[in-house]
């Protein structure tokens, strides 16, 4: 099955594809150029790749939080390419393809919201599945909620950002951080890919944004 996977919720361009054995990974500081550069990157895939959008089986998306116009343009992208070709769809919550590219067992993923906030939650891996402990919220750094237990690995934007006032709200449960990890496209397809393969999928009218902010119109602060 060949399976591609767009990733576009922070300043990078992060896209992946699987076509049986093979992998194939773009992830590109774009800034807010998504728009630009996104189909071009598409077909570069595809052509690294050699195969065509004709024989996709499925497309994986982030479908958020995060930027407000990158979510906009992945959602629009994965429509745009999936509705002519009756191609099956799934969406990915950006916190917990952090989650999955943290590689820790239990994981505490927190995005930069901008606004002094943050987007939030924490993921727990069972056999080959992430199991949600905390739901994705958007909160102050100081109140996020807290987690059970210790051994928790801190990841994300939200870290890098507000590592202290976090690291007081956590104290005790927090056993590392890694500020510098994202969400990227290969985590998006590594959560989907046994789904897809079980047969899964949306319309793709489905695919829409997952906004935790309600007030979209201060979205210049997200880009």
Not at 78 to 107: F, I, M
Not at 137 to 161: K, M, Q, R, T, Y
């Amino acid at each position: 099955m060949n399976l591609l996977a767009i990733e576009t919720s922070t300043e990078f361009l992060s896209l992946a594809l699987v076509s049986g054995e093979r992998w194939f990974a773009r992830h590109t500081r774009v800034g807010q150029s998504h728009a630009e550069t996104i189909l071009d990157g598409v077909d570069a895939l595809l052509s690294d790749a050699g195969i065509a959008l004709r024989e996709l089986g499925g497309i994986a998306y982030g479908a958020g939080p995060g930027s407000f116009t990158g979510l906009r343009i992945a959602c629009g992208v994965v429509q745009g390419l999936a509705l002519p070709r009756a191609v099956r769809v799934l969406g990915v919550c950006t916190l917990l393809a952090l989650a999955e590219e943290a590689s820790g067992e239990q994981v505490i993923a927190c995005i930069d919201a901008r606004m002094g906030q943050v987007y939030h939650a924490a993921y727990r891996k069972t056999a080959d599945s992430w199991r949600e402990i905390v739901a994705p919220g958007l909160h102050d750094p100081e109140n996020v909620p807290l987690v059970p237990g210790s051994g928790w690995v801190g990841c994300g934007s939200g870290f890098a950002s507000f590592g202290d006032a976090l690291a007081r709200r956590l104290e005790g449960a927090l056993e590392s951080v890694r500020g510098e990890t994202m969400p990227t496209a290969a985590a998006i397809l590594r959560i989907t890919k046994p789904r897809f393969e079980a047969g899964e999928g949306d319309d793709p009218g489905s695919a829409l944004p997952l906004y935790l902010r309600d007030n979209v119109a201060l979205k210049k602060s997200e880009q």
